[in-house]
């Protein structure tokens, strides 16, 4: 079989958790590991899902257990599958619907150099962009639960995007866990976040996680670059990854090499320059500090 769609598994995986009195269990687990506590007797679990007939309560909970749902010595607790459930009902992927409002997004567009930059959250993305010259800087996905409820929306989608791209440049799929690979092209899909000469495309070998990046972005966060940007500069950690010419424009990368690949960034502080070299795989082979 190929892929999990026909897989009937699965069906009755879903199927164990399509109903109200079992999400609320879900939910009740959830708050009672927030609360501290990491299980919940049979009887107190009982008690806050509201079900008076046992019969009933013991159904619905046998229909978790061994999926969403561990029995343990203390009590009942959510494996790392009811985790999932749990957050993405919390990240309101199945129930909320966001209004598209726009944002003041502080930092310079790389394109014109004009500070009105704003951003929009429209179909479960942050968009940010050059209200002057119509510049799409940087757009990624971020879940509209936290969209609608957080008054730091852009803070928490940069620190999100940024943890995003670090995992998928170390091979770890952001999503699930799984392999997450690197592969450079010189196309530029349409809507493609930064405007260079090469991207590249980083993909889990399991799930639909996907993303065609400028080299920049994935090496916003690794350690060379950090330890460079904080003892060289004095203002890297109020610039989110949208003000960062450097990760999003043409002009500071070059092909080094072609066949295979490599890039070359040139990350400018005040005195120096950081040249980071990746190979066609996003890998940093190599790291030089020039003098300026
Ligand atoms: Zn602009
Ligand atoms: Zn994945």
Sequence with gaps: MDGQEDDPAA???????????????????????????AALPYAELKRR???????????????????????????????????KVASALTAGIFTDRPAGESLLAPGTCYA????????????????????????????????PGPATRRDDLLEAFEGWTRRWNALAAA?????????????????????????????????????????????????RDHPRVVDFLATRTTDVDDRPLWDLDWALHRDSLDLVEGDPVRLRLRIPADDAELHVTVDAAATVVETAVVER
């Design 171 to 219: 091979g770890t799929c952001p999503e699930c866990g799984s392999r997450m690979t690197a592969t450079v092209t010189d196309a530029a899909p349409p809507r493609c976040t930064g405007d260079v000469s090469h991207r590249f495309r980083v993909a889990c070998t399991e799930c639909w996680a996907r993303a065609n990046l400028p080299p920049g972005c994935l090496v």
């Design 112 to 143: 014109c150099g004009a500070a009105s930059l704003s951003a929009r959250y429209e179909r479960e993305r942050v968009y940010v962009a050059c209200e002057d010259c119509g510049e799409e800087l940087l757009h990624g996905p971020f879940p």
């Design 11 to 37: 069906a009755d995986v879903f199927a164990a958790i399509g109903n109200e009195r079992r999400i609320a269990i879900v939910y009740e687990l959830q708050r009672a590991f927030r609360d501290g506590d």
């Design 49 to 83: 899902v509201g079900l008076r007939d046992s019969g009933n309560f013991n159904y619905h909970l046998q229909q978790l257990v061994g999926r969403f749902v561990h029995e343990r010595e203390d009590g009942y607790a959510l494996t790392y599958a009811g985790r």
